[in-house]
């Protein structure tokens, strides 16, 4: 039975690669490598919305939009910027293009907020609403938080933002309170299978903040699951944020949360648990995942080979040679998840993989 599937897994590598062709040195996908196929999420629309955006020229970031609490608040910000120098808006970018090109792999239509990492993308009000407009089965928000201008080391990993409740919209409510936070706690439930540690600050309990301010989950009408990714000012976060690998570990963690949750595998939605005692410890973080020196993968489970696995394809030095790794050490990774890791890598690599 296992042979039979590691078969199948190693076939689906391999036609992969040869749907694919060597140009210049570089593996570059071909065309219906991106088109949508029949899959797991065939008839599911996903609205993905990056946060922020590439540049406010022209607009007014302090225009006062509806926040969805019978006030206003600021129409956009500009977004945080890693130690290191990466902006917050081009991570949650990058890591949406990966996550749209693997949810497409498993045939989803994906509609974004925003359409490139240029120029502006709309208020905070209007992408709650061209979300609840879109009819999708699923909103995510993707982010990466700060809590210092300058390196802040030690408060890091992800956590999901949920609404207070009850939201004054009687809809908005009902939708939050129940699929939204189902597909919160799954999402969070995938980031931590993936060995991605839950925050350890801002009052985060098991990877979920409690929040009355964000407009978005005050106006969206489809459940939404608002994710910041990492802490961009703990260095840790933000390297590996920062890095394509990092980027595909975490979309794929991330696809699979929303697979789960559109597969009919949500976690419970939970909405009745007591609010968050301001004065409760952080949840302990996590062990960090061991940095993988070996170029054995056979221990990680499949999500935490992908990095790993990327990092080898990349000093591959021919398609042959990429071809091999991927059938020798892409064993324990689902056939899934490995058509994922082509589809994404090629976006991540603007259409090329570095071998
Ligand atoms: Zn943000």
């Given at each position: 039975m296992a042979a039979v599937r590691v078969r199948r897994r190693v076939m689906v590598a391999a036609s992969l690669l040869a749907s694919s062709a060597l140009i210049g040195?570089?593996?570059?996908?071909?065309?219906?490598?991106?088109?949508?196929?029949?899959?797991?999420?065939?008839?599911?629309?996903?609205?993905?919305?990056?946060?922020h955006q590439g540049s406010a020229a022209g607009q007014n970031l302090s225009k006062q939009v509806n926040d969805g609490r019978g006030g206003t608040k600021d129409c956009q910000t500009t977004g945080t910027t890693a130690v290191g120098g990466k902006t917050e808006h081009t991570?949650?970018?990058?890591?949406?293009?990966?996550?749209?090109?693997?949810?497409?792999?498993?045939?989803?239509?994906?509609?974004?907020?925003?359409?490139?990492?240029?120029?502006?993308?709309?208020?905070?009000?209007?992408?709650?609403?061209?979300?609840?407009?879109?009819?999708?089965?699923?909103?995510?928000?993707?982010?990466?938080?700060?809590?210092?201008?300058?390196?802040?080391?030690?408060?890091?990993?992800?956590?999901?933002?949920?609404?207070?409740?009850?939201?004054?919209?009687?809809?908005?409510?009902?939708?939050?309170?129940?699929?939204?936070?189902?597909?919160?706690?799954?999402v969070r439930d995938a980031l931590k299978k993936a060995g991605i540690a839950p925050a350890n600050y801002g009052g985060a309990i098991d990877g979920v903040v409690t929040r009355p301010d964000i407009a978005g989950s005050n106006l969206t009408r489809v459940p939404l699951a608002f994710i910041e990714m990492g802490n961009l000012s703990d260095p840790a976060d933000a390297a590996v944020l920062s890095t394509p690998q990092g980027a595909t570990k975490y979309a794929v963690a991330i696809t699979d949360g929303i697979t789960d949750y559109l597969g009919g595998r949500a976690s419970a939605a939970n909405p009745t648990a007591p609010a968050p005692d301001p004065n409760a410890k952080p949840t302990d973080p996590a062990a960090p995942p061991a940095e993988s020196t070996s170029p054995d993968l056979s221990g990680l489970s499949g999500v935490e080979a992908i990095g790993p696995l990327i990092d080898q394809l990349a000093k591959a030095k021919s398609p042959q040679e990429a071809q091999k790794i991927l059938m020798t050490q892409g064993q324990d990774v689902s056939a899934d998840v490995l058509k994922a890791i082509l589809a994404v890598v090629y976006a991540v690599f603007g259409g090329k993989l570095p071998i």
């Open positions: 040195g570089v593996l570059v996908a071909s065309p219906t490598d991106a088109a949508p196929t029949a899959g797991a999420l065939t008839g599911k629309t996903v609205f993905l919305d990056p946060g991570i949650n970018w990058e890591v949406a293009q990966l996550v749209k090109a693997a949810l497409e792999s498993k045939g989803a239509r994906v509609l974004m907020s925003r359409k490139d990492d240029t120029g502006w993308g709309g208020c905070v009000d209007e992408r709650a609403e061209a979300a609840s407009r879109s009819g999708a089965d699923l909103a995510v928000s993707l982010h990466a938080d700060s809590t210092s201008q300058g390196a802040d080391p030690g408060k890091s990993g992800f956590h999901m933002i949920v609404p207070t409740l009850p939201i004054p919209d009687k809809a908005v409510d009902a939708v939050q309170a129940g699929e939204g936070r189902k597909a919160s706690n799954t």
